[in-house]
């Protein structure tokens, strides 16, 4: 099973909107209605921001956003501030064998 | 406030074994699926294990199919990676996971702070 591909880096403005691409295929991201974001700071455990493809947890910012399209997931952070420089990751569902992939990452620059 | 404290790493030769432990507490530890999830040094994140809430099926990545066995006592609040026949390459932080249930489903919502092990 193949990591799903994501933007090795993203960079935005203070208080502008970015979005991170996951590209999967039609066995997992494109498949299943499971893809789920994490974000994760520097020497930190990763943070579930998004999960079942555009839900939000409790307590997270309604800045972060997930949807999907096809084989490609998508998260957008609008209103782009300074604590989310962070590295973020997707992760599909991917049926029986190996069950979950993530995606390969993105690092996120606020300017 | 649910939390995850992973033990066991360390350094060990290529060829050899090592076993993970992971303790739960604040959450109903027999309730919920657990994983492991691992990150070598300046790499991403990969999806190791995971062992539904009864011990009843178990689920592994390709790369540790045959070498890695996952289980759980739910007597005891933990989760256990038994790791043999190690290699350079399975060198990483290892993370135990907790799955969301009900509330997040197959979704990733406490994870551990990790345990290094380094094959060497």
């Known amino acids: 099973q193949s990591a799903l591909t994501q933007p090795a880096s993203v960079s935005g403005s203070l208080g502008q909107s970015i979005t991170i691409s996951c590209t999967g295929t039609s066995g997992d991201v494109g498949f299943y209605n499971v893809v789920s974001w994490y974000q994760q700071s520097p020497g930190n455990a990763p943070k579930l921001l998004i999960y079942e493809v555009t839900k939000r947890p409790s307590g997270i910012s309604n800045r972060f956003s997930g949807s999907r399209s096809g084989n490609t997931a998508s998260l957008t952070i609008s209103g782009l501030q300074a604590e989310d420089g962070a590295d973020y990751y997707c992760c599909a569902y991917a049926g029986s064998g190996s069950l979950y992939v993530f995606g390969t990452g993105t690092k996120v620059t606020v300017l | 406030q649910a939390q995850l404290v992973e033990s066991g790493g360390g350094v060990v030769q290529p060829g050899r074994s090592l076993r993970l432990s992971c303790a739960a507490s604040?959450?109903?530890?027999?309730?919920?699926?657990l994983h492991w999830v691992r990150q070598a040094p300046g790499k991403g994140l990969e999806w190791v294990a995971a062992i539904t809430y009864d011990g009843g099926n178990k689920y592994y990545a390709d790369s540790v199919k045959g070498r890695f066995t996952i289980s759980r006592d739910n007597s005891k609040n933990t989760l256990y990676l038994q790791m043999n026949s190690l290699r350079a390459e399975d060198t990483a932080v290892y993370t135990c996971?907790?799955?969301?249930?009900?509330?997040?489903?197959?979704?990733?919502?406490?994870w551990g702070q990790g345990t290094l092990v380094t094959v060497s």
């Open positions: 604040q959450f109903t530890f027999s309730s919920f699926s």
């Open positions: 996971v907790k799955e969301g249930g009900f509330s997040h489903p197959d979704a990733f919502d406490i």
